[in-house]
């Protein structure tokens, strides 16, 4: 129906033939059939691989994939690590970064929020400030990309200020996973879902856990029943799963990693890179500036550009002049940002030059 359409916004991606097709594959019982098992174990391992890709630290991560979207991640994450009278560090520069203190709210815990201006990257010396003045605290929350502005945080030296602290780290990193390193290594819960970066459709979180993470959510009495990691820890090793798997959305996203894969990660990231430069070029031939005020913070996987109260309109002349759909800013900002996806499978430079030809066009 709309084939020609060029689709690049932060999530959902553009899905290859490949993973539609596996996800056409028939219908097993997921918890019946112990091939499936296998499967799935694959499928985690292949996963920790692209977790694992360019980080360099050392120390296993157990990979467990939920059956819902991106935010059920991250509410699992919370609800299993967060218990009633639990303080819990918010760190925020932007929307999602935010947003982690209405789950740690819903579920009891104390949330204390430290925030930078969202044009500039999380900052270590504020979160090592924070830590030295305001008490103690059990968990810190953050995000790697924040989507809505742009902005990838640099979070190593946070997670080490956090580590020396005692305190258990949760990244959102939805947005990133799959499109450039992560440092999961340092990160206790790392999130991440299927429709960002991985290419294939939504339905499905990603959750690398530490052992630290796991013995914590031992002595959190969680009551949720759906959003709880809790199960999973052992859910590969004893073949019984919490609930009857997506079997048609892990089938798709085992031919998405199959692709990230073969192709070889570091060319995936470089290929992220060149489609995010490409974009930020062709921005300023437009007299267009990203968010972020540092291009060192500037996301590999979308590029945030400031338009002034333009980005509505903007967005629905390419799409409707130009066939081409691109996102706007969110909340408040909502018409001051134009944002360009160019992740997982989009991120290749002549589908950027598509776009920005497009955006040329209009702004003509
Ligand atoms: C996309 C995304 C999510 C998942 O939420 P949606 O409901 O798909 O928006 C979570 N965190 C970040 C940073 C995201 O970009």
């Given at each position: 129906m709309f084939d020609d359409r060029?689709?690049?916004?932060?999530?959902?991606?553009?899905v290859p033939e490949s993973v539609r097709q596996a996800m056409g594959e028939p219908t097993p019982n997921p918890?019946?059939?112990?091939?499936?098992?296998?499967?799935?174990?694959?499928?985690?391992?292949?996963?920790?691989?692209i977790y694992r890709a360019g980080d360099g630290t050392d120390g296993d991560r157990d990979v467990v994939v939920l059956g819902g979207e991106g935010i059920l991640g991250l509410e699992a994450a919370v609800a299993s690590l967060v218990g009633p009278g639990d303080r819990v560090l918010c760190l925020s520069n932007g929307?999602?970064?935010?947003?982690?203190?209405?789950?740690?709210?819903?579920?009891?815990?104390?949330?204390?929020?430290?925030?930078?201006?969202?044009?500039?990257?999380?900052?270590?010396n504020v979160v090592a400030d924070v830590l030295d003045r305001r008490g103690e605290f059990d968990v810190a929350?953050?995000?790697?990309?924040?989507?809505?502005?742009?902005?990838?945080?640099?979070?190593?030296?946070?997670?080490?200020?956090?580590?020396?602290?005692?305190?258990?780290?949760?990244?959102?990193?939805?947005?990133?996973?799959?499109?450039?390193?992560?440092?999961?290594?340092?990160i206790d819960v790392c999130l991440g879902a299927s429709q960002k970066c991985l290419s294939a459709p939504p339905g499905l979180a990603t959750c690398a856990?530490?052992?630290?993470?796991?013995?914590?959510?031992?002595?959190?009495?969680?009551p949720s029943l759906y959003a709880d990691l809790g199960p999973w820890r052992t859910a590969a090793d004893e073949e019984w799963f919490p609930y009857t798997h997506l079997s048609s959305n892990l089938y798709g996203l085992d031919a998405a990693v199959d692709l990230l894969l073969e192709e070889g990660l570091e060319d995936v990231f470089a290929r992220?890179?060149?489609?995010?430069?490409?974009c930020r070029e062709r921005a300023a031939e437009l007299g267009l500036e990203p968010y972020p005020t540092d291009e060192a913070a500037c996301s590999p996987t979308v590029t945030a550009l400031a338009v002034e109260?333009?980005?509505?309109?903007?967005?629905?002349?390419?799409?409707?002049?130009?066939?081409?759909?691109?996102?706007?800013?969110?909340?408040?900002?909502?018409?001051?940002?134009?944002?360009?996806?160019?992740?997982?499978?989009?991120?290749?430079?002549?589908?950027?030059?598509?776009?920005m030809d497009a955006l040329e066009a209009v702004l003509s």
């Open positions: 060029l689709r690049m916004t932060p999530g959902p991606t553009e918890d019946l059939e112990p091939e499936f098992f296998e499967f799935y174990r694959g499928l985690t391992d292949k996963l920790e691989r929307i999602y970064g935010d947003g982690f203190t209405d789950f740690v709210e819903n579920y009891g815990g104390e949330a204390v929020v430290s925030e930078v201006p969202w044009r500039e990257p999380l900052d270590g929350t953050m995000v790697h990309c924040e989507t809505p502005t742009g902005s990838l945080n640099d979070l190593e030296g946070i997670l080490d200020v956090l580590r020396d602290h005692d305190v258990l780290s949760i990244v959102d990193a939805v947005s990133s996973l799959g499109g450039t390193p992560v440092p999961t290594g340092k856990v530490s052992d630290r993470a796991w013995k914590r959510m031992d002595a959190v009495d969680n992220h890179e060149a489609a995010a430069r490409r109260g333009r980005a509505t309109e903007l967005q629905r002349a390419v799409l409707e002049e130009q066939d081409v759909l691109l996102a706007t800013g969110l909340g408040e900002l909502e018409d001051d940002i134009l944002r360009v996806g160019h992740m997982g499978h989009n991120a290749r430079v002549d589908r950027v030059d598509r776009a």
